[in-house]
Every structure is written in C-alpha cells, then in structure tokens.
C-alpha cells in the first residue's frame, strides 16, 4: 500500500496570452475547473501506474469536497481516511497559466483541519506502507507527525518540500527522499546545487524541468536526462514525479530506475491540460523509456 497524506484541492484556471501588469484587466483564453491538490496529484499519479493507494486528507462540506472525493473513488483510490471539516471549506488553488508556464495561489482551506490527533489516530495504517508520500500544503505539525510514525516503523518516505518556505530543516533525519526542484533546492538549503547534492547523498533529488533530474549517489553526481516533449500545461509535473517515484520505490526499483521512470512519467504529464489529465499508465511510462533507451 502507498499512502498519500496531503492536500486535496480544486483547481481554478484561467488560461491567457499575456500576465496583466498591476491594475491592469485583460481578457484571458480560456477558464476550467480541474480536481487538484499536490497530495491527491500524488495519489492519482501512483494509482494511474497501478499502486495500491490510500489518501489521508481532510475536505470541506460542500460541492468540490464531493467532487474530490468522488474523482479519487473514480481512479481506485481508498478514500476511507479522507475526513469532512464542518468548519471550513475545501481548499482551493487560484492557477494562471500564461507562455507554457504557470502561477499559483493556494487557498488551504480545509486542508489545514487534517490534525495531528488525526494522524496519531492512523498510526497502525501508516506504519502498514510500503511507502508514505506527504508535502507542505497541510500544516508542519501534522507532516512531523507522519514523518515520526514513518522513522518509529522504518517506512521509506518521499518528501516533496513545497511550498517551500513551510519547510522544516528538522524534518530531514525523518525523510528517505526529498524531491525540490532546483529553485526549492537553492531556498531550502542555502547551497548551490551541487553542494546541496554533495551534503545529501541518495536522499535530495533535484528535478530539473525539462532538463532532467540530478542527485548524487556518493560517490558521482548522477544526472538523467530531460525528455523533449509537447509542452501544453506544466502544473502537476512534479506532483506527477512524486507519485511516480512513489510507485516505483513501492515495487523495488533500484533508486536510479526509480528515478528514471518518474522523468518519463513527468514528461508525459505535461502534454494535456490540467495537473491528472495527461497523467499517465503503467505501459505508457514503460513504452516511453523503451524509446528513448532502444
């Protein structure tokens, strides 16, 4: 079993051509509504590829918080430990996309009434998984504590440090993996990347965008690839890595496999609109890394 503890969120998108400068009203392309949340990205990327997942997390009352759950039922996902707040309502994400890159304004919501008395009352669930992913859109003291049931049962843990300025340099003796990209690698430890490598071996993994990801396995600096692709909508690609690497550490990949197949995973991601549209299947990651390395 993967666990996911983490946030769930609707997303909001306006598309447009151009970012207005302050006070300034333009008219944008195209607007939607897309099931999000860097933890329930996590979670659908992992059961696409054919994980046995469960999410912890915490909705609101209301319209999205069904349509949340209800899409995480959809990709067989165990939505037994996602709670109801009767407080506050389903968080949500505010996301510009404009010249194949994107802005983002989370509005946490419900997210932060997953509590740490919630957690502890799941300790017997979470120290059952293979693998525990958690990030930082739902409050530091309920990520210590998962953090400090997975160290007690030795459960290998991916940490997706973001947003990255809720980060907590006290969680690393807790984490397996950590995952930035390279700006979050650069605020989080106050190093260049390659000293940062250097400090972390086989637990930082910096992802790269298109070009590539790179880690340092003690001895060398190991750098994978990017994977040309048809850029449509960035949002989710990491989420997409997570999840991926996620799945393939569940299944015993050797860490730089792992890594390897989470990069074509990411890759794929970006080609349709919205952070779970373009993410992909099991065959469609292994027929990807069959092209690239025949």
């Known amino acids: ?33 897309f099931p999000g949340g ?12 054919g994980g046995d997942v469960q ?13 949340l759950t209800e899409n995480l039922s959809h990709e067989n996902i165990d939505i037994t430990h996602v709670s109801i707040s009767s ?21 946490p919501g419900a997210n932060n009434d997953l509590s740490t008395e ?14 525990v992913i958690v990030q930082l859109e739902i409050l530091p003291e309920t990520v210590r504590s998962v953090l400090e049931i997975c160290k007690e049962f030795n459960v290998p843990v991916v940490f997706d440090p973001a947003p990255a300025q809720y980060f907590d340099p006290t969680f690393i003796p807790y984490i397996k993996y950590m995952t930035p990209n390279e700006h979050e690698c650069e605020q989080l430890f106050g190093l260049n990347m390659e000293a940062a490598l250097e400090k972390y071996p086989n637990q930082l993994i910096v ?13 060398e600096h190991i750098k994978i690839a990017g994977i040309n692709t048809n850029v449509v909508d960035t949002t989710g690609a990491g989420d997409t890595f997570n999840g991926a690497l996620g799945y393939a ?28 549209a373009g993410m992909p299947s099991k065959e469609d990651v292994e027929k990807r890394l069959s092209e690239i390395y025949q």
Do not use: W
């Open 207 to 219: 992802t790269l965008g298109k070009d590539g990801v790179r880690y340092f396995d003690g001895k």
């Open 249 to 276: 550490l569940s299944e015993k990949y050797e860490l730089k496999d792992a890594i390897m197949f989470a990069n074509a995973a990411s890759s794929l991601s970006v080609e349709q609109l919205g952070a779970q």
């Open 55 to 67: 999410m912890i997390a915490c909705v609101g009352n209301d319209v999205f918080g069904k349509e």
């Open 38 to 49: 860097k933890g329930a990205n996590q979670a659908v990327a992992a059961a696409r590829l």
């Open 87 to 107: 407080e506050k309502p389903t968080g949500i994400a505010n996301i510009i996309l404009s010249e194949n890159d994107n802005r983002i304004i989370v509005i």
């Open 118 to 131: 919630h957690i502890q009352q799941l300790k017997e669930t979470i120290q059952l998984s293979k693998v």
């Open 1 to 33: 079993m993967i666990t996911v503890v983490g946030s769930m969120n609707m997303d909001i998108v306006v598309e447009t051509n151009k970012l207005p400068e302050k006070g300034e009203t333009i008219l944008g392309k195209e607007f939607n509504t």
